[in-house]
């Protein structure tokens, strides 16, 4: 079954930092670009970061250009998102998925990033 | 950027009833877009892809079609299992975006 499984969502202040991972199972990995979509509590999907399957491409939304670096290991089957300088309008389920060529599936369940002070 | 804009934001239907959701991009996107359904605490699924392209295992009561800058998402009758609120996606250039959401409610 193709699994993705984030975690690494917690609390932090504004203008801290966090990592999150994704641990991918089921499939080939290394075949595959990957994504990061956040969802706001109650709002709609915001495309957040792309890494292409030999993380020679990467992409980034203007919201997080400078803050966020996605990165990815292919011998762990893990994709990561290390967030810097984190803004209240960060706070966000994030989900990774999988690209199957600009659209995803499946995605993981998400995990909960909460910038508060 | 594109902007994609979903009408209706709400929609009130019945079990059994014939829905069709509309997204429209800011240009033309060609058929790069994709809808996902996404219910409550859960994460978004692939229904369709490539504008018309039923993903696997969804079922045939769901279709997509239009091209270009219009696109309609119908579900032929409605199931209980089929309320929930539904996203499209445009793939056509980065970034990209996500229409804002089309609520499907029992009426």
């Known amino acids: 079954e193709v699994q993705l499984v984030e975690s690494g969502g917690g609390l932090v202040q504004p203008g801290g930092s966090l990592s999150l991972s994704c641990a991918a199972s089921g499939f080939s990995f290394s075949s595959y670009d990957m994504n990061w979509v956040r969802q706001a509590p109650g709002k709609g999907l915001e495309w957040v970061s792309y890494?292409?399957?030999?993380?020679?491409?990467?992409y980034y939304a203007d919201s997080v250009k400078g803050r966020f670096t996605i990165t990815r290991d292919n011998a762990k089957n893990s994709l990561y998102l290390q967030m810097n300088s984190l803004r209240d309008e960060d706070t966000a389920v994030y989900y990774c998925?999988?690209?199957?060529?600009?659209?995803?599936?499946?995605w993981g369940q998400g995990t909960l990033v909460t910038v508060s002070s | 950027d594109i902007q994609m804009t979903q009408s209706p934001s709400t929609l009130s239907a019945s079990v059994g009833d014939r829905v069709t959701i509309t997204c429209r991009a800011s240009q033309s996107i060609s058929t790069w877009l994709a809808w996902y359904q996404q219910k409550p605490g859960k994460a978004p699924k692939l229904l369709i892809y490539k504008a018309s392209s039923l993903e696997g295992g969804v079922p045939s009561r769901f279709s997509g079609s239009g091209s270009g800058t219009e696109f309609t998402l119908t579900i032929s009758s409605l199931q209980p299992d089929d309320f929930a609120t539904y996203y499209c996606q445009q793939y056509n250039s980065y970034p990209y975006s996500f229409g804002q959401g089309t609520k499907l409610e029992i009426k």
């Open positions: 998925a999988r690209d199957l060529g600009g659209y995803y599936g499946p």
């Open positions: 890494i292409s399957r030999s993380d020679s491409t990467i």
